[in-house]
């Protein structure tokens, strides 16, 4: 697979996320007044696809779509309007293709915006959001730190891609916010519980899979039909308060603990432009189950990187590298999963991977391992340390799949954290 050569010059480096062969969604306005639109990542410029339909040139869809803060109205028209839209947009952008934008100086310079004008929003509605748990390495890091290494896999990991059901509410654009989060914790040696600020406040490196088709009630899915509804991927931060975790999550999983926010990327790679990445997951141990059994190679090759930058510090340090490659179970398993029961599936459902790490020290996707429970914290370049995430603190994902001269970016997906809100009165 070549990068494909566009007329919008700063497309074709081989450093840019956003070659032709990318084209990711996303949702921008310019200036506080605009109404925010859907546009694709194209070079240093974001295309605006509102602008495009509205002047007849991008006829894909069976209702205006694009003219909307979401992605979610042209999800819906379905695979084949998604492949029609690449391939339009493909031609009206590649050299020596259709001349309607490029001929068109005015127009030109109305639809390219460049992206260091544009704000950047979520891109869709999230309907649901499911977060699974389907990296092996970070499975055993973790298990091995709760239970010990004989026991780190519980009975049925190596069977279910196990997950549980988040909150859709609190999945928030790359850039927002995250204050620390308030919960009951019991610290280690103490009998008794307390309310207050988390102090083991962590990320989660994970790529999410949007869904862009639905499933009917009581209607299971095959791997095969799942894998066909989904529309792209983003990066996605699945903030983790692990005292708060650690004392609420036994039996029934995480709940306050991961509900206060998760984090995406303001781009969605649409599934086509990571079909050349496409590869095999790890060996199984034990063969799964006929219904979770992938009829091709269900995982990407992605370069996954995380930096921790202290509020105020002039450098961000790198803290980890990791690769989606690394998962056990792929989206399409997950979704497959999901379905199984009959649990029926949206447009606009978000499917966290679980934490990617992979099998040393310094692929781990999260404090947690990188910092052993906080018994080994980190180094960074400013000179501090770090266990757990600070007041200030920036932590920034981004990914890509590198081809020969081209890479499929994803951006960044970033989060500062605030202090804890001052608690309510509770005596009232
Ligand atoms: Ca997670």
């Not at 930096?307 to 002039?314: I, K, N, Y």
């Not at 990914?399 to 970016?409: L, P």
Request: charged fraction near 20%; hydrophobic fraction near 40%.
């Amino acid at each position: 697979m070549k990068r494909l050569q566009s007329w919008v010059e700063s497309a074709n480096s081989a450093e840019t996320h956003f070659p032709l062969n990318n084209m990711p969604c996303g949702v921008f306005s310019v200036g506080a007044d605009d109404d925010p639109r859907c546009g694709v990542a194209i070079g240093d410029f974001v295309l605006d696809l509102a602008l495009l339909e509205d002047r007849g040139l991008l006829d894909v869809a069976s209702e205006t779509v694009f003219d909307l803060p979401y992605w979610n109205a042209f999800m819906e028209e379905g695979p084949e309007a998604w492949e029609a839209l690449r391939a339009r947009l493909t031609d009206l952008l590649i050299e020596g293709g259709d001349d309607a934008l490029r001929g068109d100086a005015s127009l030109r310079a109305e639809a390219l915006v460049p992206l260091a004008d544009a704000s950047l929003h979520m891109p869709f509605i999230v309907a649901e959001y499911t977060d699974f748990y389907a990296g092996r390495h970070h499975a055993f890091n973790v298990g091995t730190m709760f239970r010990g290494a004989e026991n780190a896999l519980p009975p049925n990991w190596l069977h279910i891609p196990i997950g549980y059901n988040g909150r859709a509410s609190s999945v928030v654009a790359s850039g927002t916010p995250i204050h620390r989060p308030l919960g009951q914790l019991r610290p280690p040696g103490s009998d008794s519980p307390h309310f207050g600020p988390s102090r083991r406040l962590d990320f989660e490196l994970e790529m999410g899979a949007v869904v862009g088709g639905g499933s009917e009630l009581g209607q299971p899915l095959t791997v095969s039909e799942a894998e066909s509804m989904i529309f792209g991927y983003v990066l996605l931060n699945d903030w983790s308060a692990r005292d708060i975790q650690a004392w609420e999550y036994q039996p029934l999983g995480p709940f306050q603990g991961k509900a206060f926010g998760t984090t995406i990327g303001p781009w969605i790679v649409m599934r086509a432009a990571l079909e050349p990445f496409r590869c095999e997951g790890p060996a199984r141990d034990v063969p799964l189950l006929p219904y979770l059994q992938e009829k091709r190679p269900g995982l990407y090759d992605i370069s996954l990187e995380v930096t921790l930058q202290p509020d105020g510090a002039d450098t961000a340090t790198t803290i980890t590298r990791t690769n989606y490659r690394e998962m056990y179970y792929s989206a399409a398993q997950q979704l497959a999963h999901h379905a199984s029961s009959g649990c029926p599936m949206t447009p606009g459902d978000l499917l966290g991977s679980g934490t990617i790490s992979g099998p040393e020290k310094e692929n781990r996707g999260s404090l947690l391992e990188l910092s052993w429970g906080g018994k080994e914290p980190l180094s960074l370049e400013t000179g501090e340390t770090r266990a757990f995430l600070e007041d200030g603190d920036w932590l920034t994902l981004t990914g890509w799949a590198q081809g020969a001269d081209f890479r499929i970016g994803f951006g960044t997906c970033t989060g500062q954290i605030l202090p804890a809100v001052t608690e309510p009165d509770w005596s009232k």
